[in-house]
T-cell receptor
Framework: DARVTQTPRHKVTEMGQEVTMRCQPILGHNTVFWYRQTMMQGLELLAYFRNRAPLDDSGMPKDRFSAEMPDATLATLKIQPSEPRDSAVYFC??????????????FGPGTRLTVT | AQKVTQAQTEISVVEKEDVTLDCVYETRDTTYYLFWYKQPPSGELVFLIRRNSFDEQNEISGRYSWNFQKSTSSFNFTITASQVVDSAVYFCALSEGGTGRRALTFGSGTRLQVQP
């Protein structure tokens, strides 16, 4: 049963600390997305990659957030320094190539981040 | 710009009632995809259905059915004979087709409470 995995599932940290969230996409999926869910903003796109190259990171605060795909099996989202307003659930999703006949995004379980 | 509107913030029904969740979308693209996701209290996002813009056939899957109408830019979701396990937040989402941007634009969600 192929799934997107995310670690950690929960993270509590103090303001100013660095936070790294990891995602393992489904094998064979070449498109990876990072979304953030908050009560105020709902679900919003932070960044996405295709074949490990960033295609859109316009949703990310560039001064403190960074997203990378060191290899095809790992995507990372880093916040440095973290702030209380970054508290949210961060979802990773992966999907099949755009040219494929089927295009669904499958979501990981999310990382619930609390910054105090 | 794309936009998805779910005007119903919260719906409460009694078990066995039928319920329809509304979704209205806006896009300038001629090719696009529409989705429904379910977010149960556990927090994960579960893919339910994808519909292509060129396929207006309605779809039924067990107790779930979807009505896609391009003329009114709507993609409504009906649950027949609702059950307590259907209690969740349901999100409608939209993405571009072709080789364009594939990130999802989500609606604000409809919280469905099914009372026993």
């Amino acid at each position: 049963d192929a799934r997107v995995t995310q670690t950690p599932r929960h993270k509590v940290t103090e303001m100013g600390q660095e936070v790294t969230m990891r995602c393992q996409p489904i094998l064979g999926h070449n498109t990876v997305f990072w979304y953030r869910q908050t009560m105020m903003q709902g679900l919003e796109l932070l960044a996405y990659f295709r074949n490990r190259a960033p295609l859109d990171d316009s949703g990310m605060p560039k001064d403190r957030f960074s997203a990378e795909m060191p290899d095809a099996t790992l995507a990372t989202l880093k916040i440095q320094p973290s702030e209380p307003r970054d508290s949210a659930v961060y979802f990773c999703a992966s999907g099949l190539p755009p040219s494929g006949p089927s295009y669904e995004q499958y979501f990981g379980p999310g990382t619930r981040l609390t910054v105090t | 710009a794309q936009k998805v509107t779910q005007a119903q913030t919260e719906i409460s029904v009694v078990e066995k009632e039928d319920v329809t969740l509304d979704c209205v979308y806006e896009t300038r693209d001629t090719t696009y995809y529409l989705f429904w996701y379910k977010q149960p209290p556990s927090g994960e996002l579960v893919f339910l259905i994808r519909r292509n813009s060129f396929d207006e056939q309605n779809e039924i899957s067990g107790r779930y059915s979807w009505n896609f109408q391009k003329s009114t830019s709507s993609f409504n979701f009906t649950i027949t004979a609702s059950q307590v396990v259907d209690s969740a937040v349901y999100f409608c989402a939209l993405s571009e087709g072709g080789t364009g941007r594939r990130a999802l634009t989500f609606g604000s969600g409809t919280r469905l409470q099914v009372q026993p």
